[in-house]
């Protein structure tokens, strides 16, 4: 009879029904306000657009980058960005086999002069660059690109994508947002109106129009086309394992559930006798494990 | 070639092998332990990961505050695998802090702290990795590693008498710089190895007394081996949680990272919002919640530090919130309380946020101070009314 009553523990803290549904209202109601009150705070200081995703073809788990875009990107920046921006982690060896192959890297190479040995005499000398050069940087130091740039420094791009919020997004967008001062706004003459940067006002004039460069291979050198292939290039630099990352990780998302299957279902071998034992529950044989004996006089064992 | 066959007996009589058989091999383990019971495991699995990583990364990193970003740049751009060591170090340390995370909130749901030196090593383990956790951030000296070292080192100073002093001590300059960067790799690499010994010790103190398991009971009359139930097991988490560690870093292994930390630390420019890792955002939040610069420390501390007190706590016959509906909707509206200072930590400190923040530090301090004390006696009325209904 008793065991027919006491079916667990559980009931010795029964609560009233009302108990958990009002709890569960307060808290509910807790977290909704809280989480309200942070969604319906605007904050009007300036026109800033978030830039909105965009469906990159490499932005998938399993996509490598468009080693295309990422070779017109390199011209772009080459022969637009090159002129204010470093790119100060990337070696002409990295291009190989990315954009570029080994013979046409050492092309791009030879085209820049870098410091040589010294001479026999002491002299500094210049040589061709070679592939294990880095890219050039536009300024000698950040002095000169700053009073080159009316007091704004150029960064560098290595890391810019991921350096940003929205990363490619917001890149492809910044490059393509310019727009006019609304009205009752103005920048002056050195600053450029962008609708994406925060502050809206940016030191780098809009610098894609179209056809800025031609591109090798035909493509039609549009403003976003030209934004698009940059952005991709400058995702590359910003890291260059990328593609690699992601065959590890396939290979990886393959072998390891396998692995684990196996272990689980050794788990599950070593656990089966253990699982399908049956606990008889005989109060006669002990007493003291009783529940009436457990709440009387407390767990049997101190 | 002849076999040994005296290998069992030797595993009980040899004091090293029968030490070890006694924590891994012939422990005697409750069987009802659930998964949540298998975080030990994973924590010890993600202090190796950091371990083999971290000493792999220290051979190319450079602490030198112009170098070391660019030798973390080297590290992820030229090593050969390089990125996947750094990614690995960076993401399980994330990991390393959730499973830490989870493994107290299990303790507190199923109230195991009885064994009182288990768990003030725990505390102090958790203690010793924020410390870890917080030098490592600077390490790679990017802008938000300079500003979280800045603002951070910086709250010392709200100490009276003695703060600015003690600021400097700790930066060894006259801001966070090169010296500054200098000890905190040393202490970065220092403090593993301590955590590595409390960890041991933690062990040894877990196993000399009696497993906990979910119901909160006595455990003698059932017990099985580690060895093969609970290896098993643990393998087979450890395995899964190898897969997401994986997964992260080989799929977005930036999730967890500042885009500001992509950029070279520049005493110059501030960040517009300076925010630690995830996994001090808790924390962090509550610091800003107190107005008050010394206040807002001292609560940040006693946040923390709380958890030693909850040894001053009666012990309870019923122990696990399975069967304490009070406790059990405390530690729930705790993890809640902790989620939702996690996400107010990430905001910007503005108009609604910040009585908000204040609310919710109200209630993480209510809860350890006021609920889960009063919830032994509450929940003994309802017990006892409940008996005598049923037995009368």
Same mark, same amino acid.
Request: glycine fraction near 8%.
């Given at each position: 009879m008793l065991r027919s009553k006491v079916k667990s523990i559980r009931n010795l803290t029964k609560y009233p029904r009302w108990y958990g549904l009002g709890v569960l209202a307060v808290g509910v109601g807790g977290v909704g306000a809280c989480l309200l009150s942070g969604a319906f705070t605007l904050s009007a200081s300036d026109i800033l657009m978030k830039a909105p995703p965009l469906p990159w073809s490499h932005s998938g788990y399993y996509t490598a980058f468009d080693h295309a875009s990422v070779r017109r990107g390199y011209q772009v920046y080459k022969q637009v960005c090159a002129a204010c921006h470093s790119l100060q982690y990337i070696h002409y060896r990295n291009l190989v086999d990315v954009s570029h192959t080994e013979e046409e890297a050492k092309q791009e190479a030879a085209e820049i002069l870098v410091a040589g040995d010294l001479d026999e005499e002491g002299n500094p000398t210049q040589r061709p660059g070679k592939?294990?050069?880095?890219?050039?940087?536009?300024?000698?130091?950040d002095n000169v690109a700053r009073s080159a740039n009316n007091g704004a420094l150029p960064p560098d791009l290595s890391y810019i994508v991921l350096a940003r919020k929205r990363n490619e997004d917001y890149i492809f967008h910044l490059l393509t947002?310019?727009?006019?001062?609304?009205?009752?706004d103005s920048v002056d003459d050195e600053m450029a109106y962008n609708l994406y940067f925060p502050g809206n006002k940016l030191a780098m004039p809009q610098q894609l129009f179209t056809n800025s460069v031609e591109y090798d291979d035909g493509t039609e050198a549009t403003v976003s086309q030209m934004a698009k292939d940059v952005t991709v290039f400058l995702r590359w630099a910003a890291e260059p394992a990328h593609d690699d990352r992601k065959r590890i990780g396939f290979k990886g998302m393959i072998i390891m559930p396998l692995l684990w299957l196996v272990a689980f279902y050794m788990m599950k071998h070593k656990w089966s006798v253990m699982k399908s034992r049956k606990l008889a529950f005989l109060p006669a044989v002990r007493k003291k494990y009783t529940f009436a004996g457990y709440a009387r006089k407390g767990p049997p064992i101190s | 070639m002849t076999l040994n066959t005296r290998w069992i007996p030797e595993r009980k009589q040899h004091f090293i092998l029968n030490f070890l058989s006694k924590i891994f091999t012939d422990l005697p383990t409750p069987p009802n332990i659930n998964y949540y019971w298998n975080l030990g495991s994973l924590l010890g699995f993600c202090l190796i990961i950091q371990l083999i990583t971290g000493i792999l990364l220290a051979m190319h990193y450079c602490p030198e505050i112009t170098n070391s970003f660019d030798s973390i740049t080297h590290i992820e751009?030229?090593?050969?695998s390089g990125h996947i060591l750094r990614n690995l170090h960076t993401n399980s340390a994330s990991l390393f802090f959730l499973c830490v995370y989870l493994h107290i909130s299990r303790n507190i749901y199923h109230n195991t702290w009885k064994n009182q030196v288990t768990w003030t090593i725990g505390i102090t383990i958790y203690i010793t990795m924020i410390i870890t956790g917080f030098v490592g951030y600077v390490l790679p000296w990017g802008q938000m590693s300079f500003w979280a070292a800045t603002v951070i080192t910086n709250l010392? +100073?709200? $100490?009276?008498?003695?703060g600015n002093s003690i600021v400097l001590w700790i930066w060894g300059s006259f801001s966070v710089s090169n010296p500054t960067l200098n000890r905190f790799y040393s202490l970065h690499y220092l403090f593993p190895f301590i955590l590595t010994s409390l960890t041991i010790i933690h062990i040894i103190a877990l196993h000399s007394e009696n497993h906990s398991n979910p119901?909160?009971?006595? +455990?003698? $009359?059932d017990k099985l081996p580690f060895h093969q139930y609970f290896t098993t097991k643990d393998l087979q988490t450890t395995i899964l949680l190898s897969i997401i560690i994986f997964f992260i870093i080989t799929h977005t292994p930036h999730t967890f990272s500042d885009p500001e930390n992509f950029i070279k630390a520049n005493p110059l420019i501030t960040p517009t919002h300076i925010q630690p890792e995830w996994y001090f955002l808790f924390a962090y939040s509550i610091l800003r919640s107190i107005p008050n610069k010394l206040g807002g420390i001292l609560a940040l501390i006693s946040s923390i530090t709380i958890l030693y007190l909850i040894l001053l706590l009666k012990q309870e016959h019923i122990k696990s919130s399975n069967h304490r509906p009070n406790l059990k909707l405390t530690t729930w509206s705790l993890s809640i309380t902790f989620i939702l200072l996690t996400w107010i930590g990430s905001v910007p400190a503005e108009s609604p946020y910040t009585i908000l923040s204040l609310i919710i530090t109200a209630w993480y301090f209510t809860s350890f101070i006021i609920l889960i004390p009063l919830h032994s006696n509450t929940e003994k009325r309802i017990i006892n009314k409940n008996i005598i209904n049923n037995y009368q």
């Open positions: 592939l294990y050069d880095k890219l050039p940087a536009p300024y000698a130091n947002g310019y727009a006019d001062p609304p009205a009752g | 751009r030229n090593i050969s010392f +100073s709200a $100490i009276p008498y003695i119901t909160g009971s006595q +455990s003698e $009359i």
